[in-house]
């Protein structure tokens, strides 16, 4: 079931609103555009931006049963750092990732900052 209200173009507030999403470190906030995701019932889909500050990193690798599909907008992005944020691989801006369920991603760390538009959603 799709839980996503009919939204046309609107400015989205890039200073208000952002909230740290559960199991993450302060310093990486999300920003929810659209939809929900139920995971205890496995249904929904959401949209979100994920902003990293400045020299934040995590430091054990994300699993989740649903689809993900993430795209760089802006800043740089690390995956694979080990859990004092060294190492990894480097990633630009205007680069994309889709994840199925099960697939162990990261860790992250971002040097000066980064936004990603994330998409999740369950089959």
Same mark, same amino acid.
């Given at each position: 079931m @799709?839980?996503k209200?009919?939204?046309?173009?609107?400015?989205?507030d890039? &200073?208000d609103?952002w909230e740290?999403?559960?199991?993450y470190?302060d310093g @990486?906030?999300q920003?929810i555009?659209s939809?929900?995701?139920?995971?205890p019932?496995k249904?929904?889909?959401?949209?979100?931006l994920?902003? +990293?500050?400045?020299?934040i990193?995590?430091t054990?690798p994300?699993?989740h049963?649903?689809?993900?599909?993430?795209?760089?907008?802006?800043g740089?992005?690390?995956?694979?750092?080990?859990? &004092?944020g &060294?190492?990894?691989?480097? +990633?630009q801006?205007h680069?994309?990732?889709?994840r199925p369920?099960?697939a162990?991603h990261?860790p +992250?760390k971002?040097g000066?900052?980064c936004v990603?538009?994330? @998409?999740?959603?369950y089959?």
């Amino acid at each position: 079931m @799709i839980n996503k209200a009919h939204k046309e173009f609107y400015s989205v507030d890039m &200073q208000d609103g952002w909230e740290t999403p559960p199991g993450y470190p302060d310093g @990486i906030e999300q920003l929810i555009l659209s939809g929900s995701l139920d995971e205890p019932g496995k249904t929904g889909t959401r949209t979100r931006l994920l902003r +990293f500050h400045s020299g934040i990193y995590t430091t054990k690798p994300f699993v989740h049963d649903y689809w993900e599909e993430v795209y760089l907008v802006s800043g740089d992005l690390t995956v694979g750092n080990d859990e &004092q944020g &060294q190492g990894g691989e480097a +990633f630009q801006p205007h680069t994309y990732a889709c994840r199925p369920p099960g697939a162990f991603h990261g860790p +992250f760390k971002s040097g000066g900052g980064c936004v990603l538009l994330e @998409i999740h959603y369950y089959e």
